[in-house]
């Protein structure tokens, strides 16, 4: 299969036969939106669609980006990067006017791929969108949660294109460390807690069982936490030195 025989083959797979005319935007007559969600899988209920169909358009509205969803029902044999640069360039992304990005998913190898004009890489870089893909959509798409996973992803793309994504294992860091920091102790109550401990493991000089002094009971673990206590109070004289 050639190039061109190609590009007829993706815009079949998507159902159109040409960039489609948009409604009106319902706040500017004026607004004629580029942006399109195509689903020739059948992943989505009407209302579903209609609403995601919105959406891209309210986000091109404010944004200026064009974005085009598009859920077919396999990549046909291709690579998913070869399906999808091959897809970029069928739907005209990035070329009617308008910064512009494509998310094209594959029911069948539950599979997805983003591809973002060069105007967009300052926010949407190659190492965005393997996150995105790889931390958010794939793993519904594996689950079967195809639905979900394209929600979801436009939702990181369009949050990406605010400058405001946030990986989900950068999230998890930063939240453990802010519950770390509202919760950690102060040097000085560890301090305080170990001196109990030190004194109610024997830390103190007593009697010894036949008479004289003894050895504090002979307790390793008090000689530890005396160690401890010492070794941060010396630790804390050198930092004010």
Do not use: C
């Amino acid at each position: 299969m050639n190039h061109w025989k190609f590009i007829l083959f993706v815009v079949a797979a998507l159902g159109i036969a040409a960039p489609q005319a948009q409604a009106a935007h319902p706040y500017n007559p004026s607004f004629k939106p580029v942006s399109q969600v195509l689903d020739n899988a059948g992943v989505f209920k009407p209302k579903t669609l209609q609403e995601l169909r919105a959406y891209a358009e309210d986000s091109e509205y404010y944004t200026g980006n064009q974005l085009i969803i598009g859920i077919v029902p396999s990549f046909g044999g291709k690579t998913a990067d070869a399906y999808a640069l091959e897809a970029a360039q069928a739907l005209k992304v990035s070329e009617q006017g308008k910064p512009g990005v494509l998310l094209i998913v594959s029911k069948g190898d539950r599979d997805a791929r983003i591809v973002a004009g060069p105007q967009l890489a300052p926010v949407l870089s190659a190492q965005v969108q393997q996150a995105i893909l790889e931390r958010v959509i794939l793993p519904n798409l594996k689950q079967g949660k195809i639905e979900r996973g394209v929600i979801d992803g436009v939702g990181s793309i369009m949050m990406a294109l605010q400058g405001k994504f946030v990986p989900p294992a950068v999230k998890m860091a930063q939240a453990q460390a802010a519950n770390a920091g509202k919760t950690g102790w102060s040097p000085i109550a560890i301090i305080a807690v170990l001196f109990i401990l030190r004194m109610a493991l024997g830390g103190g000089r007593r009697y010894g069982r036949y008479g004289g002094y003894g050895g504090g009971g002979g307790s390793i673990l008090g000689s530890v936490v005396g160690g401890i206590i010492g070794s941060m109070l010396m630790g804390g004289a050198r930092r004010r030195w």
